[in-house]
């Protein structure tokens, strides 16, 4: 599903129907709806933009209206503005480029196509380093030059900011460019490998060791489908993840055909995570990893940012936009980090503070926040396991009368949120006014939710100082994004 592509309201350029082929008859699925296009119509289309997900948008010309208008504030719609106009998607393009495209799928107001030419390519098209790239969903952009990935990333987020945050283009500062660094492949400290339920061979019975079955593909979905796409080699990950990769392949399909599988009519997802000192496999099993002379302490499935590259790089940023002097020159001296996970922003900043205080939904990343401020020799760091709206409740930390939040001074108090994809709930933003620290340093996996949530801290009297994207995962459409918000006078 595509709920969260975006659109832009550009003028459709003229569209061409692709002349009709000699090719026999296909046969139309069953599910398929005819309207407004035939199953595997063609088009010569070209294109105006890509969605968040990493699709192009083109739009094509009606005869008649179409019937499904964009809702009212409603900007997770597709469809176009213009009744006459109907958005398709297509993979593995670039703005600006001609391409001819075949209609597989029709929803109620925008419709899938597969690429099938490239007529006139962008000069930023280059060959992906992967020969599965063109079909699996882990990366989107290998055909895009690392350069116009993040021109399009920054233009992406500004364009959120305005669209989905309701601000401005001169109420806030233009977005900084995507920073990212030279590891454009071969960086990614962990993935995970899904295989479908596995199919029992023929003839074979459960003997006392199980069920002798067959794995099919081993890797992640296909862009366009949920079907898997088998991956012996992910360009993206680490050099020693890829090692460990083919071993751990070959010893599951083994597993299976042995008949050892512990659940032999189910699929599974595999991890491999990449420490530093070896390829760990089973989630539960502690891992280290150091980051700018700390050290972290987790499990290996667990969350912990995947780029090792990248993440000193963004800890800093977190830490320089959290210790600036406030607009009236006073030291900042206390710090509460919401979504705190295993306390990588709180432990990577407490040196700079009197006092930092964490907060975290999960309590097994508590319990490793807590081990790693132990491990570093902090003692100016507390964590709690609580909802992040519990951060203001005098009660969270009671044992701890010199970390109670509601008696740090919110003058010199930033507040640092990490919100999963989604954002932060409207309670934990209606209790953040309440409160009103000083600053707020907003770290995103979702620039999306983050510029609706911009719109909530803007309307509470809050401006945005700086926004500044990530390139955290090169070729693909993630977007990592820290933007810090300061109290008005």
Known sequence: EKSEAEEENLESPKV??????????VKIPAKFKPYPFQYHQEFIV?????????????????????DSPVAEGDDSNEASNDPKKWVVFVPNVIPGESARIRIYRNYATYSDADLLEIIEASPDRIEPKCDLANICGGCQYQHITVDRQRQMKTIQVQELFERLGGLKADEFPSVLPTLGTDEVFGYRSKITPHYDAPLKKKGTKKNNQGISCEIGPIGFKEKASRRLVDVPYCYIATPDINEALARVRDETRRTAREGKLKKPTKGATLLLRDAGDGVETDHNVYVKTTVKDLVFRFKAGNFFQNNPFMLPHMVDLVVDAATIPSPSGKAMTHLIDCYCGSGLFAIGSSSSFEACVGIEVNEMAVEEARENAALNGIENCAFVSASAEAIFDPLTLEGRSDLIVGDFPRETTVVVVDPPRKGCSVEFLEQLNEYKPQRVVYMSCDPATQARDAKYLVSYGYEIVSVQPFDLFPQTRHIECLATFELKD
């Open 16 to 25: 061409e129907v692709a002349e009709e082929s000699d090719q026999p008859a």
């Open 46 to 66: 070209t294109i105006d933009s890509l969605t968040n997900l990493g699709f192009g948008i083109a739009r094509i010309d009606l005869d008649e209206p179409h």
